[in-house]
Structures are given as structure tokens and as C-alpha cells.
């Protein structure tokens, strides 16, 4: 496909399909009785983050061979490519592997497209609850999959209004910081709810959270599909304490993030 010739409803038919077949992968392994190995940066990695990314790489290279693709495990290995240009797909074939080794069922694969900086678009798939989230310029959307990996219509969602009455906050449950709760003591709080992976963004998404702050190490790729749906919700992603939209690209940073806060509607 020619890179200018891409729409939202084909970048929707693409990505989720790829995001379902890395998860199908992925679902498979969690079945089993999987080996755990760790990363140079300590963090834990399986054969469904390999096999999840060789899918999807696989898949993203006959639909837009012409665009580059950041992705967790080949950057780790050290085979990030040497220009993303303007525009690439950013991947995370297994964003919370913790979850997925504690088999808490909170584990997302994620596929962005980023132009100049921007996530325009991006799909988040939870294999274990069967949810599968999107966001472009048309909007944002859930849809449910069934037990063949079949999805169903797409649902329009949209991030909310906080009530008067105190926010929900929602935080990392494996990565949550001391200075994340310190934030936190700063707001009107009324609930909190802990979650692993992108998911925290869909909540936000999806009207059933108001701000997730996060004040520990990120990677590009564990936000870069999350805030595509999110910003098409409605919702945004600011790097704190700038105050400016979370940026993608940043190779001078080793493509790590900043600290940032993702809000619901404001």
C-alpha cells in the first residue's frame, strides 16, 4: 500500500488483525508452562513477546513496506532503525509482561502509527478479557472478541467529565512510585484503581477513569497505542512537568519517555 494512501478504516482492518494474531500467539503461550528470561535492562521477557513482534513485524512489513517500525524487542537487541523519518509504526507485542508472567490476565499488545511526533492512530488488545480498543481521527472504539478471535462490531467510546464529586484515579500495578502518590495526595481523589499494561489508557478512554499519572520509567512503545486512543477519546497525554503532549521519535533519549499525566475529558 502506497504510504499516503492510508485511511482510517484501513489502518483499523490492518492493525487489529495483526494485534489478533499476536495475541492468539500469545494466549497460547500463557496456556502453557512458559520460560521467563531477563532483559539487559532487568526487565522479563518470553517467547510471546519474540513470536507476538515477529507477527506483527511480518504483517506490517507487506502492508506498508515502505514504512519503518520502532519495536520493543529489536530495539532491545539493538536493531532500532537507524532514521524513523516522519512517519513509523511503533510496536509493543507484549506490554505488561509482568502481568503476563503473574498471569493476571492484564497484558495489551500494542501498534501505533506515528506521524511528526504524533500518535494518529493506534489499537490496544487485551487477548485474556477478550477487548480489543482503537483510536484515529475518526474517533475512538471497543470491540469484543469472541473465542475464535473473531471481532465484533466496534463500539464508539469517549473519556469523560470529572465529577464534581473527586476523580478516579488509575496507576501501574506493577511500576507504581512513591512520587506517583505524592502526586496523587494533590487531587481531589475520590477512587483509585490499580491495572497493568496500555489498559490504564483505555480506561481513561472509555469514561471509567480520570487521570493516570506516571512518574517511572517508560518506553515509547508502552504508550504510543494507548495515547492514540485515548487523545481520539477525547482525553491526553502531557509530559510533566512541561505540560506539553507526550512526543514520540525522541532517539537522543534512547526513545524513553519522560514522566507525564494522562488525563480524561478536561
Not at 46 to 57: F, H, P, S, V
Not at 174 to 199: I, M, P, Q
Not at 249 to 254: A, F, L, T, Y
Amino acid at each position: 500500500m502506497n504510504k499516503n494512501s492510508f485511511t482510517d478504516a484501513a489502518l483499523s482492518q490492518a492493525l487489529s488483525a495483526l494485534a489478533l494474531r499476536a495475541g492468539a500467539a500469545a494466549l497460547e503461550i500463557y496456556a502453557s508452562d512458559f520460560d521467563t528470561e531477563t532483559k539487559g535492562d532487568a526487565s522479563p521477557v518470553t517467547e510471546a513477546d519474540r513470536i507476538g513482534e515477529a507477527i506483527i513485524l511480518e504483517g506490517l512489513k507487506n502492508f506498508a513496506p515502505d514504512i519503518p517500525v520502532l519495536a520493543e524487542e529489536n530495539a532491545s537487541d539493538g536493531n532500532a532503525p537507524d532514521d524513523l523519518g516522519t512517519r513509523f509504526f511503533l510496536v509493543d507485542p507484549l506490554d505488561g509482561t509482568r502481568e503476563f508472567v503473574n498471569r493476571t490476565g492484564e497484558f495489551t499488545v500494542n501498534i501505533a502509527l506515528i506521524e511528526n511526533g504524533n500518535p494518529v492512530f493506534g489499537v490496544v488488545y487485551a487477548p485474556a478479557s477478550n477487548i480489543i480498543y482503537g483510536g484515529g481521527p475518526s474517533g475512538a472504539w471497543k470491540a469484543s472478541v469472541d473465542e475464535n478471535g473473531v471481532m465484533g462490531a466496534p463500539v464508539k467510546i469517549s473519556a469523560r467529565l470529572a465529577n464534581s464529586g473527586g476523580l478516579v484515579a488509575v496507576a501501574s500495578r506493577s511500576h507504581r512510585s512513591a512520587e506517583t502518590d505524592d502526586y496523587l495526595k494533590t487531587l481531589n481523589v475520590a477512587d483509585f484503581t490499580a491495572a497493568g499494561s496500555s489498559l490504564k489508557f483505555c480506561l481513561l478512554a472509555e469514561g471509567k477513569a480520570d487521570v493516570y499519572p506516571r512518574f517511572g520509567r517508560t518506553m515509547e512503545w508502552d504508550t504510543g497505542a494507548g495515547q492514540a486512543v485515548l487523545e481520539a477519546a477525547g482525553g491526553c497525554v502531557l509530559a510533566h512537568p512541561a505540560g506539553e503532549p507526550l512526543a514520540y521519535g525522541k532517539k537522543s533519549r534512547g526513545y524513553d519517555n519522560p514522566h507525564f499525566i494522562a488525563w480524561g475529558k478536561r
